[in-house]
């Protein structure tokens, strides 16, 4: 059993959609990250969320602890946001990172 | 750039050959991480330090592999004997002290041939 699952694992859109992607867990959590990586590419961190909302650009991220589940909304997507979209938590301990599959989102022009 | 840097970013070798991998973190950053990441999944833990000491292994890091972060500073990966299983993206990450936020590098793609 995976302590992080991800869903969609798959999702085409096309530019200019609103693209949501949502991440459960089910260990106690000191924080989460959503993170990018391009093909081939190394990872990038998006958000780091403990609570609540944050919002770079297009990007919006919200948690919500007592359901133990984040979302990663992409408002006005476009071909250069197609990656893998990754959610990481980081347990009480911070020892460690426990990373979902990823989703891979590919938005055609 | 006061990232996270690896070194090589690619690595080819043959079945049966050693290769050591290089993690540079952010300076101050006293937590590294070495993750190992397959085809289509996420990122699998592989070894924890926290300055020089190797706080925790992963039941995936066989005998085979060693790390080490000597000084406190950089870390070395190193696999022995690989095998074609060890084909994968070799990613190193840092936290700093009391810090959740981490910093990964671009990461060493080894292909055992």
């Known amino acids: 059993k995976n302590e992080v699952e991800q869903s969609p694992q798959n999702l085409t859109a096309q530019e200019g959609e609103f693209i949501t992607i949502n991440c459960s867990y089910s260990v106690g959590i000191s924080a989460l990250h959503w993170l990018q990586q391009h093909p081939g590419g190394g990872i990038v961190s998006l958000f780091m969320?403990?609570?609540g909302k944050k919002k770079h650009g297009r990007l919006i991220a919200t948690i919500n602890i007592q359901e133990k589940h984040s979302s990663l909304h992409i408002t006005a997507s476009h071909p250069r946001d197609s990656a893998v979209y990754i959610c990481?938590?980081?347990?009480?301990?911070?020892?460690?990172?426990?990373f979902g599959t990823g989703t891979s989102l590919t938005v055609i022009p | 750039d006061t990232g996270v840097s690896q070194d090589p970013r690619h690595k080819i070798t043959k079945r049966g050959q050693n290769v050591t991998f290089r993690c540079d973190p952010i300076s101050e950053h006293n937590r590294l991480y070495w993750y190992r990441q397959t085809l289509g999944q996420g990122p699998e833990f592989l070894t924890y330090f926290q300055n020089e000491a190797q706080l925790e292994k992963s039941r995936l890091l066989s005998d085979r592999f060693s790390a080490e972060r000597p000084k406190g500073s950089f870390s070395t990966l190193e696999i022995q004997r690989t095998e074609q299983g060890d084909s994968a993206m070799y990613l190193c990450a840092s936290f700093g002290q009391g810090k959740t936020e981490a910093f990964f590098g671009q990461g060493t793609r080894l292909t055992v041939v």
């Open positions: 990481a938590v980081v347990m009480y301990t911070g020892n460690q990172f426990y």
């Open positions: 969320l403990s609570s």
